[in-house]
């Protein structure tokens, strides 16, 4: 016996609770000031010139994007926990402990944000 697909839903608009890209959502702030210089290779480690192929290329090529996504998951993961927890209590104001908590995972973020930006500046003193 063969059972028909149901397609009630077939044209229905997909809801997409996940926010877009900060690329794409903050497009026109990095137009008009990019964090990157343009045709230079975004992987402090490689820094070196390039040709982008596309307005928004960073990477100069497929190792350094590679590496770039490595960086992007290592640092981001050792935020995300910290950044919704702080999310979880940001407009906490009885409760002293989750306050506490709270102040350390923003406290944590910034530490592991300037460890990164650290990081980055040794990776590319090396490099040059
Ligand atoms: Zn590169």
Same mark, same amino acid.
């Given at each position: ?60 090529? $497929?190792?350094? =994007?590679? @590496?770039?996504? #490595? ?8 935020? *995300? ?28 973020? $910034?530490?592991? =944000?300037? @460890?990164?930006? #650290? ?8 490099? *040059?």
């Amino acid at each position: 016996m063969t059972r028909q697909a149901d397609t009630r839903f077939a044209n229905a608009v997909v809801v997409h609770p996940e926010p877009e890209r900060f690329q794409d959502a903050a497009f026109a702030e990095l137009q008009i000031a990019p964090p990157w210089s343009i045709g230079i290779c975004f992987n402090p480690s490689c820094g070196k010139p390039f040709n982008p192929a596309r307005s928004w290329q960073i990477y100069c090529g $497929t190792s350094c =994007q590679a @590496a770039g996504t #490595a960086e992007m998951r290592k640092w981001g993961h050792k935020m *995300a926990l910290p950044m919704l927890v702080h999310r979880l209590g940001k407009y906490d104001r009885q409760d002293e402990g989750v306050m506490e908590r709270t102040r350390a995972a923003r406290r944590y973020v $910034t530490q592991v =944000q300037s @460890a990164w930006l #650290a990081d980055r500046n040794i990776r590319q003193r090396e490099a *040059a």
